[in-house]
Structure formats: structure tokens, C-alpha cells
């Protein structure tokens, strides 16, 4: 009696979790709102001659496949502290992007403002906007190495440079192989502040590596690679970083990226315009090596 008593427990224990899991597989659908259309402004001004660029666009939902459209009619100019002013065209086969009518290169300890003026809601009033930033001291390159990795599946790259002693430094590297760029997004660039190395000097310290796995970064005998540095104000910094995590968020997986993005941008005129993006002054250094083949085959 008793084994036939545990036998009709255990039957309706089954079906009780066959229950369960089936209304487990339920479906729900959850209604997403997309959020308030933003304005996005970005640009940058470098201490290298050419064509500074800017561009505007509208932000695209989240869910969309395709590429946030690009925001025509605005004028927009850029004005030195010295007083210089720099005047943008739009480009016409790229609309939202702006270049500089002439190139110029910007300054260490020169600050820098944008001013954007647009219709953007088409009611025949410009809607103004501006931001502002000092462009940073750069980074001092000598010279970079390169070491392979115990197991030869990454190439370490080694740098000797001097970090400007006048400021707190903020880095972002990037990497081009000839004249390719390997780092041509966000979440592929490496950044870093002093307090990462506990000094204003490198001397052959190991700050970036590439694998050797990924043919985009693959070296070849003959190759010349280039690491750029770029110094940022620690505000462009900060939103750099969190652009990157709204990219690729980091672990642990139940904390998301930031919900606001900081912006340097501010409304001087018109209509108030949910806006994104920002201005920045950055210097920029770069050093080369060459891939000899005794590299190659160590």
C-alpha cells in the first residue's frame, strides 16, 4: 500500500511540473517606446592641418537597422579664443556633415567654440546651440616596439613617451596599419588615465596588443604601424567612456549602460531640443615602427 501511495505522489508531481513548465512557455509581448527624437551634434577640432569636421543628425530608434539620417541647412562655424573663425560647408554628396571651409589646426592651451544655428522642428525660427572646449597639451611620443605574446598569438606593443606634466592626462589610443585604420569605432579604441600607468613617463610599457587570430590586425613583414594618441579633456573622456559602454556593456550583465550620456552642448536660442553628442579639442600624436621579417619569424 505504501509503495503504491508514493507511486501516485510521484505521478501527480510530474504532471504538476509538466504544468509548470508549460505556462512557463507562455508568450508576452512587451509594447516598446522609443524615445524622444534627439538632435546629435559631434565633432572634434585637432592640432593636426586639415578639414575639421563636424556632423549633425538626427538619433535613430533603437531597434532601427538603419543609419540615423543627417541633418541639412545648419550653419555652423567654429571660433578660436585668439579670435580666428572658422566657417563649415556641408558636404554635398554627405548630408550632416560639415568640414571646415579651409584647413586650419588648432592649439594646446586654445579654447575652442562651436556654434550651431538650425530649424530643426521647421518653424522658420534658427534654433541655436553651442559648446566649448580647451584643447589639452599632447601626448610626447618617442618611439614603440613590438613584442610577441609567450604564446605568439598576439603582437604587444611597447611604448616609450612622456605624458605632459602641466596637466592630468586622458588618453585615447588608436592603431593604422599602413594606411588603414584597425580602430575605426568606439568600442575599438583603448583609453586610459595616468593613474592606469602611475606616471608621467613611459618606458617601454606595454599599452596595446593586437591578436594575431584576427586577420584585420594580422602584421606581415614590411608593414609600418602606427599608434595614435589623442589627449582629451577629462569631461571628453568621461563621455567617451560612457559611449563606449552604451556599445559594449561590461559585466556584471544585470547592470546596464548609463541611461543619460553627459553633453557639452547647450540651447542659446529657439525652441528647447532634446540633445545629444558633443564638441571637443584634442591633440594628437603618433609614432611608427616598422614589421621587419626577423620579427616576423621569431
Not at 579604441?189 to 596588443?209: A, H, M, P, R
Not at 525652441?271 to 616576423?296: K, M, N
Request: proline share 5%; charged share 20%.
Amino acid at each position: 500500500m505504501m509503495k503504491r501511495k508514493r507511486n501516485q505522489i510521484t505521478a501527480s508531481g510530474i504532471v504538476a511540473c509538466t504544468c509548470l513548465l508549460a505556462a512557463c512557455t507562455a508568450q508576452i509581448e512587451i509594447e516598446t517606446v522609443d524615445a524622444v527624437e534627439h538632435l546629435v551634434i559631434y565633432g572634434t577640432v585637432t592640432n593636426e592641418l586639415k578639414r575639421q569636421r563636424i556632423d549633425i543628425t538626427r538619433s535613430a530608434p533603437y531597434f532601427s537597422d538603419t543609419a540615423p539620417g543627417g541633418v541639412s541647412g545648419a550653419e555652423v562655424r567654429v571660433t578660436a579664443s585668439t579670435g580666428e573663425v572658422y566657417l563649415f560647408s556641408e558636404e554635398l554628396q554627405s548630408p550632416g556633415v560639415y568640414l571646415s571651409d579651409a584647413a586650419f589646426a588648432g592649439f594646446s592651451g586654445e579654447s575652442y567654440q562651436l556654434d550651431v544655428a538650425v530649424d530643426w522642428n521647421n518653424d522658420g525660427t534658427p534654433d541655436c546651440f553651442t559648446a566649448s572646449e580647451r584643447m589639452p597639451l599632447p601626448l610626447l611620443g618617442e618611439r614603440i616596439d613590438l613584442k610577441w605574446s609567450r604564446m605568439k598569438d598576439y603582437v604587444d606593443v611597447l611604448a616609450w613617451c612622456e605624458l605632459p606634466r602641466e596637466q592630468e592626462n586622458y588618453i585615447c589610443l588608436k592603431v593604422r596599419i599602413n594606411n588603414r585604420m584597425v580602430t575605426d569605432s568606439l568600442d575599438q579604441y583603448t583609453f586610459f588615465d595616468e593613474s592606469y600607468i602611475n606616471s608621467k613617463t613611459l618606458e617601454g610599457v606595454e599599452i596595446y596588443s593586437l591578436s594575431q587570430k584576427d586577420e584585420n590586425l594580422t602584421l606581415a613583414a614590411g608593414d609600418e604601424l602606427t599608434l595614435i594618441a589623442l589627449s582629451l579633456t577629462k569631461e571628453f573622456y568621461d563621455f567617451s567612456l560612457n559611449g563606449k559602454k552604451e556599445v559594449r556593456p561590461s559585466p556584471p550583465i544585470m547592470v546596464g549602460p548609463p541611461a543619460n550620456m553627459p553633453t557639452n552642448l547647450m540651447r542659446t536660442a529657439g525652441a528647447v531640443v532634446p540633445l545629444a553628442g558633443y564638441f571637443s579639442a584634442c591633440a594628437t600624436d603618433s609614432v611608427s615602427v616598422s614589421v621587419t621579417e626577423e620579427f616576423i619569424n621569431k
